[in-house]
């Protein structure tokens, strides 16, 4: 089987100001099947008009395993034909041991697509493991 993603992406929060998005990427789900292909996010369901940054990890979940993990950013314009929108980062030896890694996107650098995605792709198995990932927009006028 391989990697699954994944459910949706869930607006949490109440004000516009304060609220992001959260999605648990879910690697060799349901069983172990010693898959570590890359997992991409369903397309972000909001609009995109500012910077955002990405939390992986952000409930500290224990892998008890570390490997290279590439954080990437796609977009597209037909959901099917994806462009790293990012120079990808490569967290060498991702120990997901308690660990929360942080990524930002600056669209005046990167720009933005019609559909938006964070992929997360690992050199080795880490394990039946869900991987929750939290993005937040970074809004410009804070009023």
């Known amino acids: 089987m391989s990697n699954?993603?994944?459910?949706?992406?869930?607006?949490?929060g109440n004000q516009?100001?304060?609220?992001?998005?959260?999605?648990?990427?879910?690697w060799n789900q349901p069983v172990d099947d010693s898959n570590h292909s890359e997992i991409i996010s369903p397309?972000?369901?909001?609009t995109i008009d500012s910077d955002f940054t990405v939390f992986v990890n952000y409930k500290a979940v224990?892998?008890?395993?570390?490997?290279?993990v590439v954080f990437h950013v796609y977009?597209?314009?037909?959901?099917?034909?994806?462009?790293?929108?990012?120079?990808?980062?490569?967290v060498a030896n991702?120990?997901?041991?308690?660990?929360?890694?942080?990524?930002?996107?600056?669209?005046?650098?990167n720009g933005i697509?019609?559909?938006?995605?964070?992929?997360?792709?690992?050199?080795g198995d880490i394990g039946a493991t869900d991987i929750a990932v939290s993005v937040f927009p970074n809004y410009r006028n804070p009023n």
């Open 43 to 46: 397309a972000f369901n909001w």
């Open 4 to 12: 699954t993603i994944h459910g949706e992406w869930f607006a949490v």
């Open 75 to 90: 977009g597209s314009i037909d959901t099917t034909n994806k462009v790293d929108m990012m120079t990808a980062i490569t």
């Open 94 to 109: 991702a120990n997901f041991d308690g660990k929360i890694y942080k990524y930002f996107y600056d669209v005046s650098t």
């Open 62 to 68: 224990d892998t008890s395993t570390s490997h290279d």
């Open 113 to 123: 697509a019609p559909y938006m995605y964070v992929a997360l792709d690992p050199a």
């Open 16 to 26: 516009l100001k304060k609220r992001y998005y959260t999605c648990n990427m879910k």
